[in-house]
């Protein structure tokens, strides 16, 4: 059984930092990319990062650009989202998720991904 569990989300304030976490288990994760989705109240989920089983390919959000981070620890099976300068616009319930298709580097589209967490709620007051 594929578990994916997200944690770190919380209330902060503008210009805050957060560390999202994102803890595998069930497969072998370290060979196949992750990413991390957002979903806003009323609107679609969308891309924010993802990074590839070597973590020598990151891709991000033009919205999230210069101020989020993906890394991964392969060893540990977790993925991670550190965000600074955090905006309103940034609140969203935050989602991990597994592509495990090894023909693919990292995918920017939620329909490429298998495996999805439940998701964390980041909020962020003004």
């Known amino acids: 059984q594929v578990q994916l569990v997200e944690s770190g989300g919380g209330l902060v304030q503008a210009g805050g930092s957060l560390r999202l976490s994102c803890a595998a288990s069930?497969?072998?994760?370290?060979?196949?990319?992750m990413g991390w989705f957002r979903q806003a109240p009323g609107k679609e989920r969308e891309f924010v990062a993802a990074?590839?089983?070597?973590?020598?390919?990151?891709y991000y959000a033009d919205s999230v650009k210069g101020r989020f981070v993906i890394s991964r620890d392969n060893a540990e099976n977790t993925v991670y989202l550190q965000m600074d300068s955090l905006k309103p616009e940034d609140t969203a319930v935050y989602y991990c998720?597994?592509?495990?298709?090894?023909?693919?580097?990292?995918?920017?589209?939620?329909?490429?991904?298998?495996?999805w967490g439940q998701g964390t709620q980041v909020t962020v007051s003004s």
């Open positions: 998720a597994v592509d495990t298709s090894l023909g693919r580097v990292a995918s920017t589209r939620a329909y490429d991904y298998d495996y």
């Open positions: 069930g497969r072998a994760f370290s060979v196949y990319a």
């Open positions: 990074i590839s089983w070597s973590r020598s390919d990151t």
